[in-house]
């Protein structure tokens, strides 16, 4: 086969697998005795194994097929869910996602995997400790049969099936020892089983038997109508059968050890109500087949994100046509053209919202991968730390949602390194002595909003000072008059961000100035809450989609500038009165604020061609708590505009985030009120 072909699927396949297996092993290490997540971690292994058998990635398959040996174990409840257990299978899939990663980044998958091989071959050998399978049925007629388990709902489909007169029957089926075909076999096998009857389970698994991964004997347990001689010489018509061997199980033994079994656990509840409950589980599970069934019905299609970028980019060009053919429609005041160009309005209005609503993806993507890392990091620094993510079907645009992830590892890491206690100091404290850290996405608006906060021993604020002012960021004198607020600000100055200064500075600031980059240059911004002994939280606040973006126009003497609708508060026109001057800056008097002056004709630089008079237009924007009065000639009102990139020749001109393209093909900047606010 072509493997470029299906390279690309391989890989985001393998990607989505290795992350099911990482959230469902996060689940199984909660609840060990779940064996339906045993079940879905084995499925995405079998699944990845499969695939990468298919493409020749064969120490992939190989890793993944002995990993499934262990699960298998654990789902037949022979080998124990332990902790040491976990950080081998946590290991193994490690290593998958090292081999997928290389093969994404062209190479051949190969690592050196011997030693968790090993771990995993011990662990499958019994090296670890093992429990005997619970709930196996009593010992029967054969007593190899009584290896075989059933779990609740096997219980109650044989019973139910004996009220209806089906005689349920424990099968052993051997082989030849000269068979040639074991798998072809088992199929034959079962075609015949379900000609007389429903087979309801096979040890070891049908997949195994498929795999002819077991020796030369395998059982089956049917329900069936017929009788078991019958069953044997239909089975033994196969050829390369030894022996089949039939036991009828034991209905009555069954219920009374399933009572027996109850009443231990809940000695108030009477057989009668332990059947009625078995019936209504079996009603439960029902409906969540149908929801199965439901949710495969949906009808998806997984689409390049370069084509999908391709077609904002077509959009992009027929929103800034959109605008010249309204500015056009407007100068020929032509009803007809009119009535056309505000339908066509109307219908790229719809059309945009679906485009942009197929590039919005849950953070959840993001997210997914947080838990491991939490929990590896807090076994590093011998921490006890429970992350609680709400939120995370919360949807960003995908270009958002890939920049995202390396600035939220940077909070986390931040949070688990220095926000949270050691436990022994927790207690001391008179806390739990697991850390706890929640990790929220929610909407705003047109914004996202995402939070990570910690309940540790909070900010040392006198120790950010203390290395602020010997890092020369700000003075000693003015220290004395900054806020709580002003103090935890400093932690994104870059100053702050060095090596030396981590540990000095009860931890926080280590880099968090990059982080703070990063979510600007993504028209958002972070702030930092925290109150001593009781945590942190940082706060992110992001715009949904880069691309195309409400502003209010504006004049600044004959040019024209566009200012995000996000970052503005509200519009005014002030008396030259008004004005008043403070530490050699003009301020005004806003609602009680004293907010700065930033007269944009002189700060971008442009040739004055009008006359200034007695009354000011200003635009009141904000950074966080910050807030400006930007002075413009006047407003020309509110528009949806393309953001264009000024490209890599331009990329430092401050305070400048891009352009666009007006109706009337003018271009015009568009002002970044981040970076004009510091």
């Known amino acids: 086969m072509e493997r470029n072909q299906y390279l690309e699927m391989f890989i985001d396949e393998s990607t989505e697998h290795l992350q099911a297996m990482n959230t469902n092993l996060l689940d199984l290490e909660k609840n060990p005795q779940d064996l339906k997540i045993v079940n879905e971690i084995f499925r995405s292994a079998h699944t990845l194994k499969g695939m990468a058998a298919t493409m020749g990635y064969d120490d992939l398959a190989s890793l993944t097929h002995q990993m ?85 709902f096997e219980h109650t489909v044989i019973r139910q099936s004996h009220e209806q007169g089906f005689t349920p029957m424990q099968i052993r089926i051997s082989l030849r020892e000269d068979v040639i075909l074991k798998a072809a076999r088992v199929f034959m096998v079962f075609e015949v089983l379900e000609q007389v009857g429903e087979v309801i389970k096979s040890l070891p698994a049908v997949d195994k038997l498929e795999e002819e991964d077991f020796d030369l004997s395998f059982d089956v347990t049917l329900v069936t109508k017929t009788g078991a001689e019958e069953v044997k010489s239909r089975v033994m018509k196969v050829s390369e059968i030894e022996d089949v061997q039939i036991t009828e199980i034991n209905v009555t033994d069954i219920d009374n050890e399933e009572t027996a079994n109850t009443q231990g656990d809940s000695p108030e509840i009477q057989p009668a109500e332990v059947k009625e409950e078995a019936e209504n589980q079996l009603q439960v599970k029902q409906p969540e087949k149908d929801e199965k069934v439901s949710q495969a019905s949906n009808k998806t299609i997984r689409v390049n994100i370069d084509r999908l970028d391709s077609l904002m980019n077509l959009f992009e060009e027929l929103v800034i046509d959109r605008g010249r053919l309204e500015q056009i429609s407007k100068d020929m005041k032509s009803a007809e053209l009119t009535e056309t160009v505000e339908h066509m309005s109307r219908i790229s209005g719809d059309l945009q919202n679906i485009i942009l609503n197929m590039r919005m993806v849950p953070v959840e993507q993001v997210f997914n991968r947080f838990p491991r890392m939490v929990r590896g990091l807090a076994k590093d620094l011998n921490k006890k730390i ?227 008079d007695d009354y000011y237009s200003i635009v009141i924007v904000r950074k966080g708590e910050k807030m400006a009065a930007l002075v413009v000639n006047s407003f020309i009102g509110q528009q949806e505009i393309v953001l264009k990139s000024l490209g890599n020749y331009l990329n430092s001109v401050f305070a400048i985030s891009g352009a666009t393209i007006l109706g009337n093909g003018q271009v015009a900047l568009i002002v970044d009120c981040n970076a004009l606010i510091k």
């Open 68 to 152: 499934e040996n262990v699960l298998d174990g654990i789902r037949n409840e022979n080998i124990e869910t332990t902790t040491k257990l976990m950080d081998v299978v946590f290991e193994s899939v490690d290593d998958l996602e090292y081999m997928v990663n290389d093969i994404a980044d062209g190479g051949e998958g190969k690592k050196d995997v011997t030693e968790v091989v090993a771990k995993l071959e011990q662990i499958e050998n019994g090296e670890e400790t093992t429990n005997e399978p619970s709930g196996s049925l009593s010992p029967l007629n054969d007593s190899e049969a009584a290896e075989v388990s059933y779990d609740d």
């Open 386 to 612: 429970r992350l609680e993510i709400i939120g995370a079907e919360t949807e960003l645009d995908r270009t958002v949602i890939d920049e995202i992830g390396d600035p939220l590892v940077h909070l986390l890491r931040n949070s688990i390194d220095h926000g949270i206690e050691m436990p022994a100091e927790r207690k001391q404290a008179g806390k739990n002595d697991e850390g706890h850290i929640t990790l929220k996405a929610y909407h705003s608006g047109n914004h996202v909003f995402i939070e990570v906060a910690d309940d540790g021993s909070g900010v040392n604020r006198e120790g950010v000072l203390r290395k602020a002012i010997k890092s020369g960021i700000v003075t000693e004198e003015n220290s004395h008059s900054m806020t709580d607020r002003q103090v935890y600000e400093l932690l994104f100055s870059s100053g702050l961000s060095t090596t030396d200064v981590i540990s000095d500075v009860s931890g926080r600031g280590v880099g968090l100035d990059v982080v703070k980059n990063k979510i600007e240059s993504l028209g958002g911004n972070v702030a930092v809450t925290s109150k001593p002994g009781q945590g942190t939280t940082f706060s992110i606040q992001l715009p949904l989609t880069l691309s195309i973006i409400s502003v209010m126009l504006v004049e600044v003497q004959k040019e024209i500038y566009a200012i995000p609708l996000s970052s503005i508060i509200e519009t005014a026109i002030i008396k030259k009165d008004d004005i008043m001057s403070a530490h050699n800056q003009k301020v005004i008097d806003f609602r009680g604020s004293v907010v700065p002056l930033i007269d944009l004709t002189h700060f971008f630089e442009v040739p004055v061609t009008k006359d200034e």
